[in-house]
């Protein structure tokens, strides 16, 4: 008897042994929405280790998306880098370009990249793409979207949202109360958001922000980023229905809570927020069109770092399938208030209901047909930034032009890309 | 006498309401912060400025605290984190400061302005240089990483130079006629005349790493050692939403509640090691 109880522990000790010799991962993950979606980012992880017993997840904070990627990138360059992280969708054209991430097909295996890339909305693959191949796959994603307070508008005797930048700036202007009581229009202005929505008012405006193929040019200086930082401005100096100075997302959201501003941009990921925060009627609507109709992506993509082993790739990738199938990412869409960038997402029951309940979850990937790569360039955050400084600039000084602006951002855009160009467009020989 | 008390009084009394102003502005944001946390309606509203409570308190915020963080484990390891990393601290600034301050060797001078380097580092520098090493040693991922870099402080070592240099040399050389050793001389005559600079250097230490953030985030991926700042901002944060600042003003006052408490029972004490240095 107790030889036996002895043996059947023994073997229970290998079976547990062979269970805990599964391949450990970390998975680096930022919270760029509120911090419930890092507990249930956890949540998803838990039930991942759960779900099979190859591999084990531990999911890492990371905080911001810049603290992200300093933190991501500082490990990979001590030697170790992480196998799976949550990376900001833009940037992953830079760590491509700096050798510091995989392509997807070294992690890929049997699975036919092509095909499962075909299942993702088309405006979402440029940013996974670099040089022809898939270096991430796409997880969170947004797009600017206009969020209105349909109480205000019917106050103001207002039927429809806005279409055209014309329509908007009366809106803006039927909306506003005098002294910045009530403000017809607020945005976003601090980094990140801010260089984001110049390019979504120069897309509308009818151009193009950077050159897409090509991570060395960038378009700032020409007339339809012009257009978009005039427009901009005028809001705050010229109409006086917007306030002046810089503006955080965080007080744009709270300012149309509070019933201090009729209509923001904000992201698409902040709906899940406004729904549940928002005691007013409210609804969402396209970003106005000056030319088009036109917005870029933003968000979130999953990337794997150079210098993991076979068996971290082949477990980052069983990770990343599992989190990215039509099933996950629908229900983090749900969460969250981010579109699901698997259009397969959309065709499951739980999601149908969703969105027949909350139709205006479904805004933006009606916008997704108009919708655009987020720029990505040789060094991004340096080149957007560039533009960010002469938007602030233009916001706090009433004096400056948007000529003087665009001309500034330009230069010093150009100066950053310099030594890429010089390496590779403008070497001859 | 009663006329001329007057005139005294009338400055006296404009002095204590200047004081009175300009603790109420230095406190602003502790005030706001403690209205915040028990504000009903935390995500914002027309009334989240206001400093002036104006409504009936709740508990909310506070609950939704302590359930979504897992702040004895946070404590704990920034307990560990400060404590591990004061106490060899005091050894290694103790003996660097000695030397720097008793043993004349060569290059001593240049050796300190060297060492005083460090100040004008700026930590983000050395993110990666300082995590490639810890790699090595086998420290990443570990509270002792965390630690190791500033166990060797510039700034104590030079705080513990001028103190040492306070003290007359009298005293340890009647302590080596009694037949001391140098070790002898630094424990029982040295370190109990410099406990002012030793707390007050404490002090600074403490406060800086309860508080800090990015490096603590960059070396701890295990989610069983993270420390409260990254916990706060683990659950906390927000980017494209709006903020509970409700939630984020109860928890950053659990975070400097112990700090608080500490600073509320010993200020005499503390006030006393940045007036007094050394000897008289």
């Known amino acids: 008897m107790f030889f036996r109880s002895a043996v059947g522990a023994l073997c229970a000790g290998l079976i547990a042994s062979s269970a805990v010799a599964a391949e450990r991962i970390e998975f680096m993950f930022p919270a760029p929405v509120q911090g419930k979606l890092s507990r249930e980012m956890q949540k998803l992880v838990k039930e991942f280790n759960a779900s099979q017993s190859d591999v084990e997840v531990v999911g890492v904070f990371t905080g911001s998306y810049d603290e992200t990627k300093v933190k991501s990138q500082a490990a990979a360059e001590a030697g170790k880098p992480p196998a799976v992280v949550l990376m900001s969708a833009n940037f992953a054209t830079e760590l491509a370009m700096n050798d510091l991430i995989v392509p997807m097909e070294q992690l890929a295996g049997d699975t036919d990249l092509g095909a499962m890339m075909e299942e993702f909305w088309p405006a979402v693959r440029p940013n996974a793409h670099f040089a022809g191949k898939v270096y991430s796959i796409p997880f969170q994603n947004s797009t600017p979207i206009l969020y209105y307070n349909k109480e205000h508008f019917k106050e103001a005797g207002i039927e429809m949202a806005p279409e055209t930048w014309a329509e908007w700036v009366d809106a803006a202007k039927k909306l506003a109360k005098p002294d910045g009581e009530r403000w017809g229009i607020m945005m976003p202005s601090n980094y990140d958001y801010n260089g984001w929505l110049v390019q979504a008012l120069t897309m509308a405006n009818g151009g193009q922000f950077y050159n897409p193929v090509y991570p060395g040019e960038i378009y700032y200086d020409h007339a339809s980023t012009q257009g978009a930082l005039k427009f901009w401005r005028d809001f705050a100096h010229q109409h006086k229905v917007m306030p002046t100075g810089v503006t955080d997302s965080k007080q744009v959201s709270t300012a149309f809570f509070s019933g201090k501003a009729s209509m923001i941009v904000l992201s698409t990921g902040a709906l899940s927020f406004v729904r549940e925060n928002a005691k007013f009627d409210y609804d969402v609507a396209f970003m106005p069109r000056n030319i088009r109709n036109s917005v870029p992506i933003g968000g979130a993509s999953l990337v794997s770092f150079k210098g993991t082993s076979d068996a971290q790739k082949k477990a980052a990738w069983s990770f990343i399938s599992w989190l990215t199938s039509a099933e996950k990412i629908g229900h983090w869409s749900r969460f969250t208030g981010y579109f699901a960038p698997r259009q397969t997402a959309y065709d499951l029951p739980e999601m149908k209901k969703f969105v027949a309940e909350n139709p205006d979850a479904l805004r933006a990937v009606e916008q997704l047909a108009y919708a655009g790569p987020w720029i990505a360039t040789y060094n991004t955050v340096a080149v957007r930034k560039a533009v960010e400084d002469e938007m602030q600039a233009l916001l706090s000084d009433p004096e400056l032009t948007y000529r003087t602006a665009a001309a500034r951002a330009q230069e010093n855009a150009d100066k950053v890309l310099a030594p890429y160009a010089e390496q590779t467009a403008l070497s001859l020989q | ?280």
């Open chain 2, 1 to 280: 006498m009663r006329p001329e008390l007057k005139q005294w009084a009338a400055p006296g009394a404009l002095l204590a309401a200047t004081m009175c102003a300009v603790v109420f502005l230095w406190s602003t944001p502790f005030l706001w912060m403690l209205v915040a946390s028990f504000r009903p309606d935390s995500f914002g509203g027309l009334g989240m400025a206001s400093l002036f409570p104006d409504f009936v308190p709740t508990l909310k915020s506070y609950r939704y605290a302590i359930e979504d963080g897992d702040w004895p484990l946070w404590f704990l390891n920034s307990a560990i984190l400060v404590t591990g990393t004061l106490a060899v601290q005091l050894v290694t600034i103790s003996l660097a400061g000695y030397a720097f301050a008793r043993i004349s060797f060569p290059g001593k001078e240049a050796l300190f302005y060297l060492f005083l380097l460090q100040l004008m580092l700026a930590p983000p520098v050395l993110i990666v240089p300082n995590l490639t090493t810890l790699v090595h040693l086998g420290l990443y991922d570990t509270l002792i990483g965390v630690m190791a870099p500033y166990w060797g402080s510039a700034f104590g070592t030079f705080l513990m130079r001028q103190t040492f240099r306070t003290i007359p040399k009298d005293f340890e050389e009647a302590a080596i006629i009694d037949g001391a050793t140098w070790w002898q001389v630094l424990r029982h005559v040295l370190l109990p005349l410099s406990l002012p600079g030793l707390t007050a250097f404490s002090i600074v230490s403490v406060v800086y790493h309860w508080n800090e953030f990015l490096w603590p985030l960059m070396v701890i991926n295990d989610p069983d050692k993270m420390v409260l700042t990254v916990g706060l901002v683990s659950f906390a944060q927000g980017a494209e939403g709006a903020s509970d600042w409700g939630l984020i003003a109860a928890g950053t006052l659990f975070i400097m509640a112990p700090l608080f408490i500490a600073f509320t029972a010993f200020q005499r004490q503390f006030v006393n090691s940045f007036m007094s240095s050394g000897v008289k």
